[in-house]
T-cell receptor, first 115, second 116 residues
């Protein structure tokens, strides 16, 4: 069965510092991988996605993620965090179901940014 | 272009009451789904549909019914609300997998439901 693990429940970083949010997945085939961000009381916004090809994926707001098949990981990175990046971040895996785009989400990582 | 629209945004129900969460999309997407979000648990799939007249269960379907009579609409029905159904509900839509477009999945803004 597929699963997604985000081992860090809460991360605090200083503004301007670098950021890495961890995501590990379990799935028998090559997965479709996503990172979403959710601000308090808001819906989900797609940051980036990986389907195939280049394992380093660029997203919006200066985020990037690297797919590492050998480690079953898809970690999210940003070189310099801004105060507006404070939010909850979700990693998700999409499995290959005919016609369906069902996602399995991790439990999320809440990011706090210190001025 | 409104995207994915959910109504209502907030609702308080009494235990045993029924209600329907509405979801509509104007992008001609075949795939639609409902998720619930609970603290510390991420989003979990309730039901999904790959086209009009076709629905299937997700990870946590108990207590919920769905139907898909049109491509645009995918309502979620709570027949007899329970406190355990207090949650935030998200509707999502996309083109069906294999139809290109990068399979981008669009989410609604959420519906906050409290069952007392």
């Amino acid at each position: 069965a597929q699963s997604v693990t985000q081992p860090d429940i809460h991360i605090t970083v200083s503004e301007g510092a670098s950021l890495e949010l961890r995501c590990n997945y379990s799935y028998g085939a090559t997965p479709y991988l996503f990172w979403y961000v959710q601000s308090p009381g808001q819906g989900l916004q797609l940051l980036l996605k990986y389907f195939s090809g280049d394992t380093l994926v660029q997203g919006i707001k200066g985020f990037e993620a690297e797919f590492k098949r050998s480690q079953s990981s898809f970690n999210l990175r940003k070189p310099s965090v801004h105060w507006s990046d404070a939010a909850e971040y979700f990693c998700a895996v999409g499995i290959d179901q005919t016609g369906a785009n069902n996602l399995f989400f991790g439990t999320g990582t809440r990011l706090t940014v210190i001025p | 272009n409104a995207g994915v629209t959910q109504t209502p945004k907030f609702q308080v129900l009494k235990t045993g009451q029924s209600m329907t969460l509405q979801c509509a999309q104007d992008m001609n997407h075949e795939y639609m789904s409902w998720y619930r979000q609970d603290p510390g648990m991420g989003l979990r799939l309730i039901h999904y549909s790959v086209g009009a007249g076709i629905t299937d269960q997700g990870e946590v379907p108990n207590g919920y019914n769905v139907s898909r009579s049109t491509t645009e609409d995918f309502p979620l029905r709570l027949l007899s609300a329970a406190p355990s159904q207090t949650s935030v509900y998200f509707c999502a839509s996309s083109y069906s997998r294999g139809q290109g477009s990068g399979n981008t999945i669009y989410f609604g803004e959420g519906s906050w439901l409290t069952v007392v």
